[in-house]
Structures are given as structure tokens and as C-alpha cells.
């Protein structure tokens, strides 16, 4: 795997100390279940490329800054675009008045007319999606949070080179891996310098790491 799993793995522990507004998260559609797509977006990228603005009628949130909600299928081991929402404001009849209330809209078509699905042929990337049950787990007076699965795709291209649905405790020990990896590298060595600040902020909360 790449040395940019851990670079990861980092930037999404750091991002737990960030008080935001939790956003819509886009979507996975992989093995007929449905999945919280977790981390970078390639459809959004791909937007801003082809100038893509949203429809007028779009809201923009504090639960949705780049407007669209985009979901992911994985068919034949490619990660597809197969759908664009926005939100928007629709009128209900509440008793004898209508009030606005939020909706969600496709306007997949919009952009595509001529195809049901689009290949992220420009992502490269390792991507953690976690799922199932939420863990909290108390050491040391500090309590960790965790997901009990994770799925780990490694993405070339917008195809699938490798994959793993792994537990907490078999994904505790692929990061552990590929740290051990990371460590060897002047990746490592540059990070150190540039997320130093990082660093000490964390280990001022958690000193036995």
C-alpha cells in the first residue's frame, strides 16, 4: 500500500478536535449496502475542473458547504459517480398554511444526460470508510472512539488494486504496519517538521502517547 494511508489516517485524527458543523456526508454504494463516503471527494474535484455550478434553486447550508451531495458505486472494481442531490426548498401544507421545508433533489442528469455513471478515473487514493457500531473505549482517564469495521480501498485511477473489510482490531494493526513503513521514509521526516505543531498539541492532551 501507499505511504499516504498513514497521511490519512493522521489528518482524520487531528479533524476530531474541530468543532463543525457535522456536514451531509456524501455516499458509498458497495456490495448493495449503503456507506458514509469518508474524507476526500473525487466528484468534487472533478467539478470544479469542468466548471460545473450548481442549479439555482440549490441551498447552500452550515450542513452542506459545497452544496452537492454526491454518491459512489463500486461496479466491476471502479468507483463510479452515479448520482448528484442538492437541497432545496419545497412548500408542504402544514394544516391551513404551507411551510418550506428542505428536500433533496438529483440533478445527476443535469450534468449527465447521456450516462448513468461516471468513472473517477483521476483518483488515487486510500480510501477508509468506516461502519457498523460506534465504540468508546476509556484508558488512562482519555476515551477513544472507534468504529467496529472499517472498509480500506486502494485506489489507482478510479480502479480498485486492493481492498479490506477489516475490525477495529485488524485495522489497528494495518495503520501499526504501515507506520513501521512510513517511519522509513523522508515522507516521515518532512512530516515531522511540518505537523509539528499538531503534534504537540496532541500530545499535550494525551502525554502516554
Known sequence: MKYSFLIIILALGFKAFANTTPQIPDKLIY??????????????????KNNFEPPKDALETTANYGIFIY??????????????????????????????????????????????????QEHSNIQVIPYGKMVEVTKNGWTDIHNKNYLVFDFKNGLI??????????FKKLKEKQFEKFKNTKLYQKAKIERKSDFEGFNEFRPNK
Open 31 to 48: 456490495g448493495g449496502k449503503e456507506y458514509e463516503w469518508s474524507g476526500i471527494s473525487p466528484a468534487y474535484d472533478y467539478f470544479e
Open 71 to 120: 454518491t459512489y458505486s463500486i461496479i466491476d472494481n471502479a468507483l463510479y459517480l452515479t448520482d448528484v442531490e442538492i437541497l432545496i426548498e419545497k412548500r408542504v401544507k402544514y394544516g391551513e398554511n404551507y411551510v418550506p421545508e428542505l428536500a433533496d433533489k438529483s440533478v445527476f442528469k443535469d450534468y449527465f444526460p447521456n450516462s448513468d455513471k461516471i468513472l473517477m
Open 161 to 170: 488494486l486492493k481492498e479490506f473489510d477489516l475490525n477495529h482490531r485488524r
